[in-house]
């Protein structure tokens, strides 16, 4: 948030530090003085002085709720070890889009914000203790929950400061912590939540119990617009500890994905969650496929490959490129392919919803609450201010949980039996109907001039807009022809998946300039970084998922270390080299990998990556979210994809969906750029240059280009 728009929104009433709603520094209820205070949406102080941080970001095992726990003990002064952590329930009205959690945003958003707010609440702490000392404020400070006189033995703690501190207005001139100051950011800590998860006490939705709760299992249309025709459920229906089966009705998705999108289906209510999926399995089910039934994926990339041999058109703001492109021969094109995917969290979607007519109580793990809140309303007619959204954590997101489905689900259930009714998909269920990431085909084309030098670039494909990936950071003119999309309906629906189109852009991009710097028969590196040192900084839109410019030159810059540390072209006999050179929102991150193939097998020995992402708040965690982005980009890379044959998907399971195995897992080394920028993201920036440099180093090996993953499913190549 920039300060202008601090300053625009914020306003001094009754004596109080007092926000408009959709900016997060206050609560806007009475506060009575015998109880806890809210200074912000943020902090609790409790009459014993307990502080909790209110966490609007969800956890999904990514660490963002340690890394902002951490961020308000700095801020507000207090030791982080008794900070206590709570997650806030869906509010728009509150936290704004300050609460979607995705797009490695976690703590880039809310760097500035939650430090406004949290050093608001601390100054008007300073000031009451001053007032009541009959002292300067500037004599005071404040440290382990507790404010200190400089110059005596004089501390009253927050609790005791509650009284004088609500009546109090904030100040003018917010005083924010000099990095000088931190005592925990930039340091390597675990805190409360971690430990939680590591003693299985984290508080996940699917661990969720209420009274009279009923446990629901859904059998679902196996292709996407299908239908339910008829269904027996008489053995379902003995099955010890079923209490119910209703129909499930089709609620059509929404224009932006994210809402909408439930499958016409046969729904099991039980006294346990085994007893649901059992007996689903009983069911007798008649569908009309409809006309999804009679496509598969074979047909959707001839579909995409026929368009992109369709006459290019291009945007006004394009037209000079495309003129200056064509101006050029074209000496060098190639077209890469990506399998589906689909997001397999080890918490399965989940959701309990109590529809008790008036209002809607729901208890999911979602990275989205707030937009969930809004969407149940949307659903049910009932206004917003009826519905309550329990945002806990989960067992990985990934994006999936961005989508609503799962807990339309369990509301449209709940309302039929008006009891709170627990909905688990199994793993089956998020495999083979779920929402996916889609099948891409891209098409990138080189125009050269006569010494053969590249002039341009140009891409037709799957992805219609780049802005988020922040595309070209290259000194090449590229023109971005009109997308290619299914024609009529989708043949998977589709899902936010772990960098999202960043994944298919990388693997198209990294892998054409690695093909181009051979042609140049320069190094692969260092023709990046010629690249790289002539390109201009872009100036972006500043819209809040991205929020910065694109910076070449910190491209540049984790290039010339991955360079170092990978001990690139000096490796032992045997072994090859790909590397790869992303930007992701406001993130950087090159990487190298080492392999070798033998008898056509592909063994990764090393992962060697540099990451950029602004000032790092635990390097704990960010290094773990790289090398979990690496892991999951090579699972996709060799040997991860959905099939679909008729409209249904062939996989179920992780006998059939084969993610990485630990065996298969290379060592990987992660490197962070020291920088005082903001915070940026690092829990994509991972993925999306593991399938090109995996590619290009195949091709250092064996001289043989790859243009599509995963390797095992589309060449001779398997797993050593």
């Given amino acids: 948030m920039k300060r202008r728009h601090f300053f625009k929104t914020s306003t001094l009433a009754s004596g109080g530090f007092l926000i408009s709603a959709y900016l997060p520094f206050s609560c806007n209820e009475q506060v009575l003085e015998t109880e806890s205070w809210e200074p912000n949406f943020y902090v609790r102080i409790d009459p014993d002085n307990t502080i909790t941080f209110i966490c609007s970001r969800t956890e999904l095992g990514q660490g963002t709720s340690v890394g902002l726990a951490m961020i308000v003990a700095d801020e507000l002064g207090m030791d982080f070890e008794n900070l206590k952590t709570e997650f806030a329930d869906g509010a728009i009205e509150r936290y704004g889009d300050l609460q979607d959690t995705g797009g490695s945003n976690g703590l880039r958003m809310l760097w500035e914000p939650l430090r406004k707010a949290i050093a608001t609440a601390r100054e008007i702490f300073i000031v009451a203790a001053a007032q009541k000392w009959q002292l300067d404020p500037s004599d005071c400070f404040s440290e382990n929950g507790f404010v200190y006189h400089n110059s005596s033995e004089r501390k009253a703690s927050y609790a005791s400061l509650i009284t004088l501190a609500k009546d109090l207005p904030a100040p003018f001139d917010i005083k924010l912590k000099d990095p000088s100051d931190y005592k925990y950011i930039g340091k390597r800590l675990i805190g409360e939540r971690t430990r939680i998860i590591a003693e299985g006490k984290n508080p996940y939705s699917i661990n969720v119990k209420l009274p009279n709760m009923l446990y629901a299992a859904v059998a679902r249309c196996p292709t996407w617009n299908g239908n339910l025709i008829d269904f027996d459920d008489s053995k379902a229906r003995s099955f010890p500890g079923v209490v119910d089966v209703i129909e499930v009705t089709a609620v059509e998705i929404q224009p932006d994905d994210f809402k909408g999108g439930v499958r016409s289906g046969v729904a099991v209510l039980a006294s346990n969650t085994w007893a649901a999926l059992e007996a689903k399995k009983l069911l007798e089910i008649q569908w009309d496929l409809g006309n999804l039934s009679r496509k598969s994926d074979t047909d959707v990339k001839e579909e995409l490959l026929a368009q992109l041999e ?221 690249l790289l040192d002539k390109a201009e900084v872009v100036e972006q839109v500043m819209e809040p998922w991205v929020g910065d410019n694109l910076y070449p030159k910190k491209l540049k810059e984790t290039l010339e270390i991955v360079r170092e540390k990978s001990n690139w072209g000096q490796v032992s006999e045997g072994i090859f080299q790909g590397v790869s050179g992303i930007s992701y929102n406001t993130s950087y991150c090159s990487q190298v990998i080492d392999l070798s193939v033998e008898d056509g097998k592909v063994k990764v020995h090393k992962v060697t990556a540099v990451l950029n992402c602004g000032r790092v708040i635990n390097p704990s965690q960010v290094e773990s979210q790289i090398a979990g982005g690496i892991i999951w980009g090579l699972s996709a890379a060799l040997k991860t994809q959905l099939t679909v044959v008729d409209g249904q998907v062939q996989q179920t399971n992780f006998d059939s969906y084969d993610l990485l195995r630990m065996n298969e897992t290379p060592e990987i080394e992660v490197h962070l750029v020291d920088s005082n920028d903001e915070p940026s993201g690092a829990g994509e920036p991972g993925v999306p240059g593991v399938a090109p440099a995996l590619l290009n180093a195949i091709f250092a090996a064996t001289g043989e280009r790859i243009r599509q993953i995963p390797i095992v499913k589309s060449s001779t190549y398997s797993i050593a």
Wanted: charged share 25%; net charge neutral.
């Fill in 310 to 530: 369709e006459p290019r058109t291009v945007t006004p703001e394009k037209r000079d490129i495309h003129n200056l492109f064509n101006r050029y021969s074209k000496g060098h094109e190639a077209t890469y392919f990506s399998a589906y995917q689909t997001t397999t969290c080890m918490e399965p979607l989940n959701a309990t919803a109590y529809h008790m007519g008036h209002k809607i109580e729901i208890w999911v793990g979602s990275q989205a609450p707030g937009m969930f809140r809004e969407r149940i309303s949307e659903l049910t007619g009932l206004p917003e201010a009826a519905i309550t959204i329990h945002n806990l954590p989960s067992g990985g997101g990934f994006g999936r949980r961005f989508h609503a489905d799962y807990v339309e689900e369990a509301v449209l259930i709940s309302e039929k039996v008006r009891k709170p009714v627990k909905l688990t998909w199994s793993r089956e269920d998020t495999i083979t109907t779920s929402k996916y990431h889609p099948y891409c085909v891209d098409h990138w084309e080189a125009a050269f001039n006569p010494t053969g030098e590249v002039m341009a670039i140009a891409y037709k494909g799957t992805i219609g807009s780049t802005n988020a990936y922040r595309p070209n950071p290259y000194a090449l003119p590229m023109v971005h022809y009109n997308y290619v999309a299914e024609k009529g309906d989708r043949l998977l629906p589709r899902a936010s998946w772990r960098s999202v189109f960043a994944h298919p852009w990388a693997l198209g991009l990294e892998c054409f300039i690695d093909e181009l710097a051979h042609l140049a028969k320069k190094d692969p590196i260092a023709y990046r970084i010629e």
